[in-house]
């Protein structure tokens, strides 16, 4: 496996040596190789471009040249930022270029630890990360002056362009000879702040700046052949850094590292499995993804800079931010409630925090900052999920009063309540962009918002969300048997050009999809789609067709999304996650054991493009994880998982009171990819899904497999 690598003998049963970083880093995949621990606020990670889409983690598995190493970057997303504080090691004098060829045999990653030579001046390179520190470790070769670069002009950028403009603000500060210190005013994907302290083990003998009095790309010069240096980092202050950094001021860069590879084991063991090396490669590399995010951005003492941009104080010592939430609310939250219940409330909470501050719950955060990167207000699904599994860490009844006044009030510039009342959908020459796309994601939003009411006795506000939730209805073109964007006088849109895909930039009814692939966005109702589409046998005959459609993008929309196609099925992009699942609920569930075997063994493989799309913090890993246990949440805030099929022979997954919930597949082979039948608990299990209170409360769950389509028959 390219890449690995173990470090001790003490490690030799760790969990985390089967993780592959270097999974996603080609293609678009979008993930980065560098060290970072579960849900750190710091993710030290190479460089090998700052420019543009392919960019957005900063590193490119086909290149052959490094940039640097710097101290923020977004795992698996298709927006770009961060990049902040980057660090270069060369010898001899000042080049022109800043840039070292490297070579992936003198490069090693793991969970916690990076390390690469550097070909130009064979400098080896080592990093470590704590939750808010960075560590870095070079080797120099001895025969030349050992200096450091430290730029904080240099981030990942949309565009060439946008490198000369993204910092609005921001300077490096000499401290002492081995302090120094700086912050950045910067604007990108969002506005934000950052403050830096870097402490280096030994004196720098002296130094000069690049750019004059900008002081922003800053030359320090050493003598000897090593050097290391802690970097803690902050939104608050420098102040804030300086306390950050106490939690490695004391120790050793082995001792950082050894802490980081025991805290990813901690997590990473929270399941346990059977299979070959390259399943367990998979599926552990698929938890190390999960895990990076949402990210910590409170300073040890509880401070952060919140939406406002001002600095706020959690009690708890946490806020996270990097909600995706577009994408997680399917899959990668519903994983944390039963992996880590106590973090999702946390996270819970943070949601919550940002409503008090925003007087809006978050969409697509990062920095504490919102960024309005998709549709719907998807914190709606995981605040009630949490709600109705009875997780605690947060207030109910004001979780209840952010997600009414969130879908009353016109916080989101993508919504007008009012519009939306008015014609029971968003009207397709009114709303220019994504305007099916839009209605159904609400429609979701406003049956969790039912949910919830309904539990909290709040019978006015459930028929008044229920009847919202409804209106999907208002957009499903009988004579298509797909959703259709609709004018506001009733009529639908022509033509209807439904295999072309939309993207927010050019305009359509769809986000980064097409109609077929958007039909089956009722994630709370598919009973009632079944119905709308003619009955079980008619349904499935629409699925059938999804798969088996040409495997192409049409028109000027999107391609960079609408990856990973069977068909027009595109596992690549999050709105048909649940899609192979629907065929269960049909009352055929060998097609979606069949379905989700192929799509588990075609778009997650054990290599730099083995994930067939941004994995989008965790969401795409999240899928798998589900899938190989052999459910799904389809419903993600139902509290229901749909059964698939298990892609491997045994896990146990831990839980809290000690429990453990064991998955058993018997006859597992690439033959017996069917379920024969299914038992919970020693008991036959004939319903088609599985709860969540089933999963926590421990116990058995064992499917036997067969090599014929012959599943068993559910209630």
Not at 321 to 326: G, I
Request: aromatic content about 12%.
């Amino acid at each position: 496996m390219v890449g690995f690598s173990l470090f001790s003998n003490a490690y030799a049963q760790s969990y985390t040596k089967y993780v592959n970083p270097f999974i996603g880093t080609t293609a678009t995949g979008h993930t980065f190789p560098g060290a970072t621990v579960p849900f750190g606020m710091v993710q030290l990670s190479p460089e090998t471009g700052n420019f543009g889409w392919d960019y957005c983690s900063g590193y490119r598995y086909e290149d052959s040249t490094i940039t640097g190493f710097a101290h923020t970057h977004l795992s698996g997303t298709g927006g770009i930022d961060l990049g902040d504080v980057l660090f270069f090691p060369f010898q001899g004098k000042t080049p022109q270029h800043f840039v070292s060829k490297f070579s992936h045999a003198n490069e090693k990653a793991s969970p916690g630890y990076y390390a690469v030579t550097l070909d130009n001046d064979g400098i080896k390179a080592e990093l470590t990360a704590s939750p808010h520190t960075g560590l870095h470790r070079y080797i120099f070769n001895g025969e030349a002056q050992a200096h450091i670069l430290v730029d904080i002009q240099s981030m990942l950028v949309d565009s060439k362009g946008n490198l000369e403009t993204h910092l609005l603000a921001g300077s490096i500060n000499i401290i002492d000879h081995q302090t120094i210190t700086g912050y950045t005013s910067t604007t990108e994907w969002v506005d934000r702040k950052m403050f830096f302290i870097a402490k280096f083990k030994k004196p720098f003998t002296g130094y000069h700046f690049i750019d004059g009095k900008n002081k922003r790309r800053l030359v320090l010069d050493f003598d000897g052949k090593q050097v290391e240096a802690k970097v803690a980092i902050s939104a608050v202050s420098i102040a804030g850094a300086k306390l950050n950094l106490s939690e490695t001021i004391n120790k050793s860069f082995e001792t950082v590292r050894i802490e980081a590879i025991h805290s990813w084991d901690n997590w990473l063991g929270k399941v346990k499995a059977q299979g070959t090396d390259d399943e367990l490669t998979n599926l552990y590399t698929d938890l190390y993804h999960l895990f990076i995010q949402p990210n910590n951005i409170a300073d040890l003492d509880g401070k952060y800079r919140g939406p406002d941009g001002k600095v706020h104080q959690s009690a708890d010592k946490v806020f996270y931010s990097t909600f995706s939430l577009w994408d997680t609310f399917r899959a990668a939250h519903p994983l944390y409630t039963i992996l880590c219940p106590e973090r999702d409330g946390q996270m819970v909470e943070s949601m919550l925090q940002h409503f008090d501050i925003a007087h809006a719950l978050p969409i697509w955060t990062l920095w504490g900052k919102e960024s309005y990167a998709m549709i719907a207000d998807h914190a709606i699904p995981v605040i009630v999920d949490a709600s109705l599994k009875g997780i605690k860490g947060f207030d109910k009844e004001k979780a209840f009063a952010a997600i009414k006044h969130t879908l009353t009030n016109n916080v989101n510039p993508k919504y007008n309540w009012g519009l939306y009342m008015h014609y029971g959908y968003l009207p397709s020459d009114t709303v220019h962009r994504e305007a099916v796309s839009r209605t159904l994601e609400a429609a979701y939003d406003d049956w969790c918002a039912a949910q919830l009411a309904k539990t909290m006795h709040k019978q006015a506000d459930y028929d008044y969300f229920y009847k919202r939730s409804q209106f999907y209805r208002n957009v499903f073109d009988k004579s298509t048997n797909l959703m259709r964007g609709k004018l506001e006088n009733g009529n639908w849109v022509k033509p209807f050009a439904n295999l072309d895909s939309g993207q927010l930039a050019i305009g359509g009814d769809y986000t980064e999809g097409n109609a077929w692939q958007y039909v089956w966005q009722v994630q709370h109702d598919i009973p009632g789609l079944i119905k709308l589409m003619g009955g079980n046998k008619a349904f499935s005959a629409k699925l059938d067709s999804l798969f088996t459609l040409d495997s192409k993008t049409f028109g000027k929309g999107s391609t960079l999304d609408v990856t990973g196609l069977i068909g027009q099925y595109a596992h690549g992009n999050e709105p048909v996650h649940h899609v192979a699942y629907l065929y269960t609920m049909a009352g055929n569930p060998a097609a979606t054991q069949m379905r989700v075997r192929q799509v588990h063994e075609q778009f997650y493989q054990n290599k730099p493009d083995g994930l067939s799309g941004n994995d989008d913090c965790g969401q795409m890993s999240a899928w798998d994880i589900f899938t190989t246990m052999g459910f799904y949440p389809v419903n993600p805030a139902s509290g229901r998982f749909i059964f698939g099929a298990p892609q491997i022979s045994e896990m146990s997954i831990s839980l809290p009171a000690g429990k453990q919930f064991v998955i058993k597949a018997k006859n597992l082979s690439k033959a017996n990819k069917y379920v024969q039948s299914i038992s919970l608990n020693g008991n036959v299990y004939d319903k088609s899904y599985i709860t969540y209170a089933d999963i926590m409360n421990g116990g058995n769950l064992i499917f036997v497999m067969t090599d014929k389509p012959t599943a068993p028959k559910f209630n």
